[in-house]
C-alpha cells in the first residue's frame, strides 16, 4: 500500500511541476504586468533558435538613452504570435513621462525583426497590446528567412513560360522538407539550404494522369528543380539558377 502510495505521489506531482515551469514571467506583490502579443505581417516562419526580446522604457528625453523599466525574452521565441508578460514596477511610473514598447527579434546574434514605429503606452492602464514588427533589410539577415514557408508559384521554367491552368507550385519548410504541384501531381522531397545554396534531394510524387501538355511541363519543372544551385529573393520573387549562374525557374509569392 505504501508502494503505491509514493507511486501516486511521484507521477501526481511532476505534471504539477511541469506546468509551473511553462508559466511566463509572474509580477510579484509589488510589481504589474505588461501583457501583449507580436507579430509581423511577412509570411515566413522563424528558426528554431530565435529570441524575442520586449522592453518597457521610458523614452521620455529624445536626446538620451531610453530606461528599461522592465524586460521579458522569450527563447525560444516560437511562431508568431508570440505572448509576453513584463513585470514593472508601479512606483517608477511618473505620469508626465513618455513610455513605449521595444520589440526585437534575433537569430543568431542578428537583428531580424523590430518595431520601427513607437509604440506608446501608459503602464498603469494600459490592456494587453499587440506589437507589429517589420523585418529589417534582407543585407542584415540571411536571405533564406524570405525563402521559408512561402507559397511559391513558378512564372517560368527554363524561358518558356508556363501553362496557365498548370502552374507549378513550390514550398519550403525551415526544416528543408519540400512540398508543391507539379501542374499535375503533388510532390514531396527535401531541400539543402547554406547562405544562397540550394540542392533539392530526389522528388517523390502522386502519379496521376493529365493533358500530355501538362505531363510534359511537370517533367520540365522537376528537371530543372533537380539542376538548381543557387536561388535569390526579390521581395515577391524567387529565381533558381544553375550551377552556371543561369536563371532556369521564376516563381511569384501567392498573396
Not at 22 to 39: K, R, Y
Request: contains cysteine; glycine residues 8%.
Amino acid at each position: 500500500m505504501l508502494g503505491k502510495l509514493a507511486e501516486f505521489l511521484l507521477f501526481g506531482f511532476a505534471p504539477l511541476v511541469i506546468g509551473m515551469l511553462a508559466v511566463p514571467a509572474l509580477a510579484t506583490a509589488d510589481e504589474t504586468l505588461v501583457t501583449g502579443e507580436v507579430l509581423y505581417r511577412e509570411r515566413i516562419a522563424l528558426p528554431a533558435n530565435a529570441v524575442l526580446s520586449v522592453q518597457l522604457a521610458d523614452v521620455s528625453l529624445a536626446d538620451a538613452p531610453a530606461r528599461i523599466l522592465g524586460e521579458q525574452k522569450v527563447d525560444p521565441a516560437g511562431q508568431v504570435p508570440i505572448k509576453f508578460a513584463i513585470p514593472f514596477d508601479p512606483t517608477a511610473i511618473n505620469t508626465k513621462m513618455t513610455y513605449a514598447l521595444q520589440a526585437r527579434i534575433n537569430v543568431d546574434g542578428k537583428l531580424w525583426f523590430i518595431n520601427d514605429e513607437r509604440h506608446a503606452l501608459d503602464p498603469l492602464t494600459a490592456g494587453p497590446q499587440i506589437i507589429l514588427v517589420k523585418m529589417v533589410r534582407q543585407s542584415s539577415a540571411p536571405e533564406e528567412v524570405a525563402l521559408f514557408d512561402r507559397d511559391w508559384v513558378a512564372s517560368d521554367i527554363e524561358g518558356r513560360g508556363v501553362i496557365e491552368k498548370a502552374k507549378p507550385t513550390l514550398l519550403i519548410g525551415t526544416d528543408g522538407k519540400v512540398s508543391g504541384r507539379g501542374g499535375c501531381n503533388n510532390f514531396f522531397g527535401s531541400a539543402k539550404i547554406d547562405g544562397d545554396k540550394i540542392e533539392f534531394g530526389q522528388v517523390g510524387s502522386t502519379q496521376m494522369a493529365c493533358e500530355q501538355a501538362a505531363m510534359n511541363q511537370e517533367h520540365e519543372f522537376h528537371q530543372a528543380l533537380s539542376r538548381a544551385a543557387s536561388f535569390h529573393v526579390d521581395g515577391d520573387k524567387l529565381v533558381l539558377a544553375d550551377k552556371n549562374g543561369k536563371d532556369i525557374l521564376r516563381f511569384i509569392a501567392r498573396s
